[in-house]
């Protein structure tokens, strides 16, 4: 083996073992509230929209439904990784309890800095926090919104987003 690709190889060895890095799931069982309860309903504005849909018997024409709940306290287990450099994400489960299609869910945050706000729908991970974990337990306050799409028929279902850390080399 040539030099060349001896260095191509070892290159590529670093590139893989990167791109696989592992994740580590975090215990937030140190957060205040465990189980919440979000009621979903139709915006005022669209009222009109889903009252017409349902009474056509066309629930994929119905608008989507939203709900929230502001000032959710999470507290991750982060005592294994004082001073290092990480990422967590927000992970939802593939597969969620009560829903016909869960493509159909979309989970949305606002969160106090230094946490990342944004969206991630079943089956998805998304970058919550980049950067030192300075404390045995990391916290923010997350505001989130569940969003249902049109013709999604489901009366209760549970979404349990979890939080993975991943140590930055």
Sequence with gaps: MSLRNVTAAVLLSA????????????DDTLSPVDTFQIPLAWSAGVMRQAVAALLANA???????????????????????VGQ???????????IAGLSSPTDLELQWDV????????VRPGQSMLVFEGSISGAVTSA????????????????FDVEPYYELEIIP
């Excluded at 629930?59 to 990784?81: C, K, M, S, Y």
């Excluded at 230094?114 to 969206?119: D, L, S, T």
């Excluded at 306050?141 to 209760?156: H, I, K, W």
């Design 15 to 26: 590139v893989a073992s990167t791109a696989s890095a592992q994740r580590v799931q975090l």
């Design 59 to 81: 629930p994929g024409a119905a608008p989507q439904l939203a709900g929230h709940i502001d000032n959710v306290e999470v507290r991750l287990d982060t005592r294994d990784f």
């Design 85 to 95: 450099s990480a990422r967590i994400y927000l992970t939802l489960p593939a597969t």
């Design 112 to 119: 106090t800095s230094p946490f990342i706000p944004g969206a």
């Design 141 to 156: 306050f997350f505001s989130f919104a569940v969003r249902l799409d049109r013709g999604a028929e489901t009366d209760t």
